[in-house]
């Protein structure tokens, strides 16, 4: 149950700023909660890797190895020559191959999407609804109550027009 | 590695076109269209082996005629000069069947005899068969049929009763090939040219139809094959068709 | 991108007030369009479909040589309207196009409901819809597999990857929108919402996980797209009758179908506009991007066409050269000519830039043009299928009433389904019309939160 210091902003570039001051200050990391997705949070907070790419990647890997395999895999299980065709045909087996590489990168790509965004979570978390509206809002992580003054200074000071104590 | 070799050894066998090549039989029609007389006792005779349903006279209007074998007739000239050709058009049971490779279930494919086999039970109507097909030779069940008493009694109890939705076609008589096989492999031997006839064959007053085994070079079809009258119909589209023709002698024209 | 494409007056609140309340204040025209249409889609479609499936296909009119009709190209027809959805939404994401944002979510819906209308026409199509699952790859005791040599099943494996791919993408763009409807409904609405938000914040984290994850969906939806409609056009150009093996085939109906699919866009959008009160998001910047895009797809379609009757009487075999004298010339040529008409002649109206950002003429032609599309389609299946290589065994085939009523039984099943949509969905995208607006000024007003719950 960590306490967290939030700042509530009018404007996106006041809460980066102040994001960015917390950060350089020595607090732990802050989060930036937006009502939309700022092209310069990574620049103040520090450059995201995700593990998206990882999924997608291998789930298309996955199911364009998957997907030939079906195809071939049951054509040699169950040996039907149609049309004086080979039994394992190249060309219409890699458009399965193509379709199964798209599904299975899809799906991976959506639980990449959920495991690293931690989703879903239907607990209680720092979270403020005006966040979805029109403000911004930093909240930073607090041992006890002398950080949370020092951060609450630094959020005044950087134009936070509400600051709330919050627990997780 | 045994494995891989075994693994490559099957590889290279299923990427073998033309699968049905070393099989034993290869069943083939000859149609002498110098001997047809154009009579229809062969679409009698296949409407009463393979429990084809009489659809009556509404349906054919409206073009849902039910015939695996049937005679095309085309006119040629103008009046008064003016012959009636035909020609009898069955399932060609082609060894690079259009219509094998498209039925997305895998209910029509090559079976070890060189038939383009129908599976009934398999099919599920998507149509796509008869439409690949450029012999416009296969039949769909509209809805079901029934017969009136006592047409009931003469049905073949060999052959199934279609439902609707269902895809249909000339099989080569396949309930008489099975039995052939069944005689002649209890009496442990190959099935002989004569042993087997499908019922239009049988029917042929004229004897136009012969039906064999291709791949027996003393077979009477094997024989007209190599006439010089021999041809298969719309030879170009490369569907490599197991009934062949032999064209009429134009007397008119010597 | 022009900078007019913005709702300039709108702020942040207004966009959320305004597309919470697309959701939940309903009036009473909502629910008697939506009775009629669920009425309709009874009457006109369930009801002479399971008659069909009593009867056998034989009550639709397809005979011997024409075994496929309309059923098939409504098929067609639909599937193509789901092109320009999400393929359009993936594209313009890609490029950043700024207009986009306004209108893709229901654009995405459009994709979503004629893919499911498209796969219920598949079910009426087969002649026994009940054996239906054996063509899906599943294990079973008969160790029966479907033959993936079909076009067919690469049909049933790119539509499914499609439609999988398509409610993921519509799906993972609302997840934020959902958040914010959330916190500002009650009751049903709002346990709904929190189960389909998942727990969305608005992190920083989130926001970057949201944007790799929809970015790499788009790159994965464009080509699958465009991979759709070539294997629905190879149902087709596998085969070998006159007409309908073609070469051109496959980008001829890509094109035809985003040509189609941007032309229900139109149709759409302006409904949404007009009865949805979304007169401030879609503007006329909208059509007249849209009418562009739209004139451009005329003239490529038009340009396809040519080279395919070009080559087909250049090649000049008998069987193409009746199978295109037929098409022009034959039984059918009326809708032949309506169709040249309708997506050839009238979309060159487009050239004005006034009849471009006019309403009305916008939606009738965007009408027209889905008329002579489906049109089109019929003609495909139509023709070809009565001129095959035997003239012996030609034939005519005419729709039946079965046919046409559950035609017009599926545009009542795509509007029940685009209706219900509207009011779960948020039909104009919160969070990117935001990103269009200007950032917000330092609040010198207080009042009631903004955040509290409306009902």
Redesign the interface.
Known sequence: MATHALGLFETPSEALAAAGELKGSGFGQPSVISPIPLETAEEVLGEKKSVIKRFTFFGALFGGLGGFALAAGTAVLYVHPTGGRPIITWPPFLIITYEMTILFGILATVIGFLVSARFPAFRDRIYVPEAAVDKFAVAVPCEDRGVFEKAEAILRGAGAGEVREVTE | MSFIDDFLASWREYREPGYYDGFDYHWTMSVDLDRCTGCGACITACQAENNIPIVGEDAIARGREMQWIRIEKYWEGEFPDVKLRFIPMLCQHCDAAPCETVCPVSATYHNQDGLNAQVYNRCIGTRSCAVYCPYEVRYFNYNNHHWDAPLEQQLNPDVSVREKGVMEKCSFCIQRIRQAKDVAKDEGRRVQDGDVQPACVQTCPTEALVFGDQNDPDSRVSQTMNDERAYHVLEELNTAPSVVYLRKVETDAV | MPSDARPQEL???DV?RDVVRSLVETGSKYYITLACSIGVMLTCFFFPWFYQLY?????A????????GTYLASFIFWIGLSHSGTLLSCVLHITNSEWRKAMYRSAEAMTLFSLCVAAMMVMV?????W??H??V?YPNQM????????????????I??YL??ST?FIY?GSI?DF??VR?RTTGWRHHMY?VLS????????????????YT??AV??I??AV?VHS?VSW?FA????PALHQTIFAPYFVVGAIYSGTAGIVTVMYFLRKYMNFEQYITKVHFDNLGKLLLVLSLIWTYINIVELFTGWYGGTSGEIEALRYRLFGYYAPLYWEMILFCAVAPLLMISKRFRTSFVPMLILSILINIGMYTERFLIVGTS?SR??????W??YVPSLVELSIIVGSVAMFITLFLIFVKIFPSVS???V??TLP?????TTTGE???QPTH
């Open positions: 702020t942040y609140a959320n009867y056998g296909i034989g009550a009119g397809v005979n011997h040589p024409s075994v496929w199509h087969v002649g026994r819809p054996f239906i054996w063509a790859p160790e029966m597999w479907p033959n993936f040599r079909s076009p067919l099943m690469f049909d049933v494996m790119a499914t990857t999988t791919g993921i993972m934020p958040a914010a916190d929190v998942l727990g969305w914040r608005g992190t920083d984290l989130e926001w970057h996980r949201l944007r790799w994850a790499f969906l994965l939806i080509p699958l991979s294997i149902d596998l085969s070998i009758v299928l095959q290589y035997l003239p012996d065994a034939g005519l919160i969070y990117e935001k990103e950032e917000p000024e330092p609040d939160p903004e955040w």
